[in-house]
């Protein structure tokens, strides 16, 4: 029986390249037929990636007190968001942190500042940092992601040993203009460039869930792909308090699904990463994007906690999936079950001790 997304599927796979109105009807299939969707994402997904997800590990540098206005972010100006503030880590503090992330499967590393740009200084600083990070892990992959670049900073990096540059266009250049308005879209095109001009791998995302249209969604996939993002972190608006968009809600988890496959079928060999705000978003459905995106982030985000990060590797195991670069499912992980070995041990029970029987509350 003919299935329209196997379908895309299969013309993905023969090398063709996802149009506008096939990107419109992922994003607007129904309910009833989103397992079809991942389902034909997931043959992408594995074609590319196989059984991997690449595990990454936030460490921020620098939080708060940015001059920027983006509206999403609790560290923007006039941010009445209740966030740590603090300034610059010193790199004992910052190596301590990244060895964490390490140590639990992470293979690489982003190092992240808030504020417009660096300046000069901040990249000699953050290039001091890295060549300690890499001198303790030479594997480590290492991301910057420092705002925006002037003429020289990302042959700087490079030079240092960084791996990779994130800066996320988030939108399409069109709705651009509602969600800052101390940067230009363009701006951001152009940081991207530079990075990948001066042999950075080029990370850069969205964020989605912020009163965007599906047509600005495609428009921003689209212009990702034609920069050659090699790396597409998609971030899930977490509507902070004290922000100009607090109380937006507007994603279900189905259609989140839709969106990491949307960004999947039109970048079939690309990272994509489950990012900021999957647990509140995908809830329940975390782990079939797992089966669409190859990539997420362990533990905690630039200013929320995520879930643990030990769950995040139980996640990876349960589903079959193994942390790359460790051919496990996580350097603590319970030990890897054959394919169907059926029911594996789980977290030893907690006995409870709330609800009937107790002074305290019960668990609804
Ligand atoms: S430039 Fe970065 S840190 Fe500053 S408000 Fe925008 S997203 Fe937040």
Redesign the pocket.
Known sequence: MFNYFQDLADRQLAGATLSREEALAVLESSDAQLLDVVAAAARLRRAHFANTVKVNYLVNLKSGL?P???TY?S??LGSAAQILKYSWLKPEEAAAQAATGIRAGASRVCLVA???GPSDRDVDRVAGMVAGLKGEHPGVEVCACL?ILKGGQAGRLKDAGVDAYNHNLNTSESNYADICSTHTFTERVQTVEHAKDAGLSPCSGLIAGMGESNSDLVDAVFTLRALGSESIPVNFLMPFDGTPLEGTWLLTPAQCLRILAMVRFACPATELRMAGGREMHLRTLQPLALHVANSLFLGDYLTSEGQEGRADLDMIADNGFVVLGTGSSGPSSRPEAADDAGASPGAPATIRRRGAGTAVAPNA
């Open positions: 940015c920027e206005d983006c972010c560290q923007r808030s504020g417009r705002g």
